[in-house]
């Protein structure tokens, strides 16, 4: 049963920095996109960061140049580096494995201004 489990949320002021970490369990973690997606009150779940099994990353342009995803595959964490936060970055983040309908419970980011 894939398992994953996200962690590192919490409130930021605006221009702060927050390191998430996505633990998966499960699953043959080395061989599996993974990716960041976050959900505002609101609005529609969106991706945000995405990074393939060989490191190939994509960002939305909203977080390009501020937020850096990385994988660890020996601990199969995946790890979302925000950085010069903004209120609009608040959002519950979820990670997921690329191509399956596999979700974490999600991690709550807030900024204030």
């Known amino acids: 049963q894939v398992h994953l489990v996200e962690s590192g949320g919490g409130l930021v002021q605006a221009g702060g920095s927050l390191r998430l970490s996505c633990a998966a369990s499960g699953i043959i973690f080395s061989i599996n996109g993974m990716g960041w997606y976050r959900q505002a009150p609101g609005k529609q779940r969106e991706l945000v960061a995405t990074?393939?099994?060989?490191?190939?990353?994509n960002y939305a342009n909203s977080v390009k140049d501020r937020f850096i995803i990385s994988r660890d595959n020996a601990k199969k964490t995946v790890y979302l580096q925000m950085n010069s936060l903004k209120p609009e970055d608040t959002a519950v983040y979820y990670c997921k494995v690329l191509g399956y309908d596999f979700w974490g419970q999600g991690t709550q980011v807030t900024v204030s201004s």
């Open positions: 990074i393939s099994r060989s490191g190939i990353t």
